[in-house]
């Protein structure tokens, strides 16, 4: 069973910059992509940004194009989010994850293994 740990998480200004990082394991598995989904309570699961394993074809929402950056280390089964301009807005908790199968990624029901989310705070 794949297994998705996130880190990087944690308080910044607004303006600032952090680096998420999630490590895909857990025998053996082919990624066809990974993903950054947010959440805050109350509210639906919101895509952020993923990219395709072959090819490295990366997607993006409108409210991050710009100041997110997805990138991945295949060898390492590793992407990272960097989130740089972060806006109070973008407090949530992220998800990262992960499908094996082609098709889209860009909507949660798009991917079958998640991580444990980790929480994104930006102070005013």
């Known amino acids: 069973q794949v297994q998705l740990v996130e880190s990087g998480g944690g308080l910044v200004q607004a303006g600032g910059s952090l680096r998420l990082s999630c490590t895909a394991s857990?025998?053996?598995?082919?990624?066809?992509?990974m993903g950054w989904f947010r959440q805050v309570p109350g509210k639906e699961r919101e895509f952020v940004t993923a990219?395709?394993?072959?090819?490295?074809?990366?997607y993006e929402s409108d409210s991050v194009k710009g100041r997110f950056t997805i990138s991945s280390d295949n060898a390492k089964n590793t992407i990272y989010l960097q989130m740089n301009s972060l806006k109070p807005e973008d407090t949530a908790v992220y998800y990262c994850?992960?499908?094996?199968?082609?098709?889209?990624?860009?909507?949660?029901?798009?991917?079958?293994?998640w991580g444990q989310g980790t929480q994104v705070t930006v102070s005013s």
């Open positions: 994850a992960l499908t094996q199968r082609i098709g889209g990624l860009t909507r949660a029901t798009d991917f079958a293994s």
């Open positions: 857990g025998g053996t598995f082919s990624i066809s992509g």
């Open positions: 990219i395709r394993w072959t090819g490295g074809r990366t």
